[in-house]
Structures are given as structure tokens and as C-alpha cells.
């Protein structure tokens, strides 16, 4: 089964779904889980926000949302999100399938091993394979896509200071979000694969090449992801099919290389 969470105004994705109701050593998760089918493919959605929009990103349950989707029996997860450019070329409406992260969080509950040490790798937090069917098909479709970049996450709910907008593009940073961490990373501590499509809603804040950009807006950042949301609708049916079992990749295989006390 394929797990898709839905991100920022994208809170349905399928039709005569059947709800699963799962409960986790970590507590609710943000939704029930609807399971319905592509072509053939089962698939489990949960909006990460809730169905109503009810949890800022610093207050989603995470765990919960990603240990739900293991035990529905997903072991591979597309997470679409919104997210802002922090490159003058990088122009809202594309997509950007990242391979990289940053975590600029603080204080979420960001691992399944508290009782104990588990060192595991994040070298590469992204499903190479999934990456790779996604940013295929969205060429496919003639969507203007970015095969690789890297987000940085911040804790929200507030957006970033010019200053700080500033260093995330010095640095050379693709794209700024609030909940690819640790969503993404817990789908790896559990051994699955995971990948985003970080949809560009805005040019954010401190873009020095670009000084006429103003504060950017959660309205205006919901307007542009409602105006994207055919396109990525149509890039996920198009690319689920392909999705095939989890191979005996480094996402299936993460906790045989950890280092365990």
C-alpha cells in the first residue's frame, strides 16, 4: 500500500474510500486514514493537518501519523507540501522533489527510540526510487520541475525574518517548509520510503537579487497551492501506479546499519 499525506489545502484526494481508525503508543493521529485505490493500487491518505486545518505545523503528531500509516500497512510514502523559493529562479508553481533537508525545528518529538540509542543514518532522507517515478512523471506532464533540492524546515507557525530568510538562500538552500522534519525522518526510522513534492507557493522574504518581494501570506501561499492542486492531483495518479513493493533498499534495510545501545 502507497501513503499519501496531504499538506496545506489538500485535504482530500480520493473517492469511495473506506476509513481506518488507528491507535498509536503516540496518540491520534491528525485524521482517519482513508484506503481507497488508483489503478489498482491501494492507497491510504491522512491529511497531516487535520480535516480542518486544526493543527499548525509545530503541533502536528508526527508519530502518530507516520506509525498509523506502518500499521495500515504502508511501506511507502509520498508527503506533498508547500513550501517558499529562497532562489530568484526558482518560481512559484514549480515543483521540487528534494533530496535533502535541514532542520531548523526545535522541541518535536522527532524519534520512535526514546527507551534507547539508535543511531540511524540520514545521509540520504529521501527514497531515491520515489524521487525519481515522481520527477519522471511530472516531465511527463510538462510540469516545471526541480529533480532534486534541498528544504530547510522551520519550527513555524510564524514565517521566517528577512535575516533569516537571508542566510537560508546564502547558503545555498532550495526551498523553505515547516513540516518535512521529522515527518520525513520517522519514515525512515521505521524503514520507509519516503519522498515530498514541495509545491512553490511564494518567493519568500529575503530574497536580496529580488527587493520589491513583500511579506509573504498564509492567504496568499493557500491561494496559490488551491490554484496547483489539479496539477499535483494528476501527478500523483500518474505516478502511483508506477510505484511498485518496497525494494531491499537503504530505506527498507535503515535499522540494520544503525548503531544500537
Excluded at 89 to 96: A, I, K, N
Aim: proline share 7%; hydrophobic share 40%.
Amino acid at each position: 500500500m502507497i501513503g499519501v499525506f496531504g499538506g496545506s489545502g489538500f485535504y482530500e484526494f480520493l473517492e469511495d474510500v473506506e476509513e481506518v481508525r488507528v491507535d498509536t503508543p503516540f496518540g491520534a493521529p491528525s485524521a482517519a486514514i482513508r484506503v481507497g485505490d488508483i489503478q489498482g493500487q491501494r492507497v491510504a491518505f491522512l491529511p497531516r493537518h487535520g480535516d480542518k486545518h486544526q493543527f499548525p505545523p509545530h503541533q502536528v503528531n508526527f508519530r502518530a501519523n507516520v506509525w498509523a500509516m506502518r500499521e495500515t500497512g504502508v511501506r511507502r510514502i509520498i508527503g506533498p507540501c508547500a513550501c517558499g523559493s529562497l532562489q530568484p529562479d526558482l518560481h512559484p508553481g514549480t515543483f521540487v522533489i528534494a533530496d535533502q533537508f535541514v532542520d531548523r525545528t526545535s522541541a518535536r518529538a522527532d524519534t520512535f527510540y526514546e527507551d534507547r540509542t539508535v543511531h540511524v543514518s540520514a545521509a540520504d532522507p529521501y527514497c531515491p526510487e520515489l524521487r525519481e517515478i515522481l520527477a519522471d512523471e511530472a516531465e511527463a506532464l510538462g510540469i516545471e520541475v526541480r529533480r532534486s533540492g534541498t528544504v530547510v524546515v522551520i519550527q513555524g507557525p510564524r514565517f521566517s525574518t528577512r535575516a533569516e530568510s537571508r542566510w537560508f538562500s546564502a547558503m545555498g538552500w532550495t526551498v523553505v517548509n515547516m513540516t518535512q522534519y521529522p515527518e520525513a525522518w520517522l519514515a525512515r526510522e521505521l524503514e520507509l520510503c519516503y519522498a515530498t513534492v514541495a509545491l512553490v507557493t511564494d518567493y519568500d522574504v529575503g530574497l536580496q537579487e529580488m527587493p520589491h518581494i513583500e511579506p509573504v501570506s498564509a492567504e496568499a501561499a493557500f491561494r496559490v497551492f488551491a490554484d496547483n492542486l489539479a496539477r499535483l492531483r494528476d501527478l500523483l495518479f500518474r505516478a502511483i501506479p508506477r510505484i511498485g513493493p518496497q525494494p531491499e533498499d537503504g530505506c527498507a534495510s535503515a535499522l540494520t546499519s544503525a548503531i544500537v545501545h
